[in-house]
T-cell receptor, first 112, second 114 residues
Framework: QKEVEQNSGPLSVPEGAIASLNCTYS??????FFWYRQYSGKSPELIMS????GDKEDGRFTAQLNKASQYVSLLIRDSQPSDSATYLC????????????FGKGTRLSVIA | DVKVTQSSRYLVKRTGEKVFLECVQD?????MFWYRQDPGLGLRLIYF???????EKGDIPEGYSVSREKKERFSLILESASTNQTSMYLC?????????????FGPGTRLTVL
């Protein structure tokens, strides 16, 4: 059974701080990694994708991937109250029609 | 922008009714997915389809069926709705090539079965 593990939280950070969200996965053959943001009552929204080891930055978001450790993380710099949401990690093998395996999500709360 | 739409945002049905949930995507994606999401259980894959008239069971297909007669449309059918099918239902789509697997979600349908 392919698994993706996330700490459910809530993770509370003060406004302006760096929020660090972590995810581990069990399938060593995984090649594609995604972070989704989901506001309460809404559907998941893709915010980051990463495919190779290292860091990928997009605005205030940085995704980090370490395939040897089977670990992917999301850093949110200068956290804002509007970042308060549940963040879902998703992983898949590199086949075009392979479904994603989702973690259960980490709830982030940014305190003003 | 990819757009995935679902036929209803909120739906209330009675036990035993046949329920149709419709999903349409406008980006010519090959793959379409149906999930349900429940508190504490996360997203669970019900069925997916990688081509017209093709379907694959996900993790929890029992009590559900699907139909994909056209590339842009993927329907989820609850043959005889039960109270334990009360949930948020999410449709998603993705393209097969170049194989990045990015899935895009519709707004969701919150189904209540009484």
């Amino acid at each position: 059974q392919k698994e993706v593990e996330q700490n459910s939280g809530p993770l509370s950070v003060p406004e302006g701080a760096i929020a660090s969200l972590n995810c581990t996965y069990s399938d060593r053959g995984s090649q594609s990694f995604f972070w989704y943001r989901q506001y309460s009552g809404k559907s998941p929204e893709l915010i980051m994708s990463i495919y190779s080891n290292g860091d990928k930055e997009d605005g205030r978001f940085t995704a980090q991937l370490n395939k040897a450790s089977q670990y992917v993380s999301l850093l949110i710099r200068d956290s804002q109250p509007s970042d308060s949401a549940t963040y879902l990690c998703a992983v898949t093998a590199n086949s075009g029609n392979t479904p994603l395996v989702f973690g259960k999500g980490t709830r982030l709360s940014v305190i003003a | 922008d990819v757009k995935v739409t679902q036929s209803s945002r909120y739906l209330v049905k009675r036990t035993g009714e046949k329920v149709f949930l419709e999903c349409v995507q406008d980006m010519d994606h090959e793959n379409m997915f149906w999930y349900r999401q429940d508190p504490g259980l996360g997203l669970r894959l019900i069925y997916f389809s990688y081509d017209v008239k093709m379907k694959e069971k996900g993790d929890i297909p029992e009590g559900y069926s699907v139909s994909r007669e056209k590339k842009e449309r993927f329907s989820l059918i609850l043959e005889s709705a039960s109270t334990n099918q009360t949930s948020m239902y999410l449709c998603a789509s993705s393209e097969t090539f170049p194989g990045y697997n990015e899935q895009f979600f519709g707004p969701g349908t919150r189904l209540t079965v009484l």
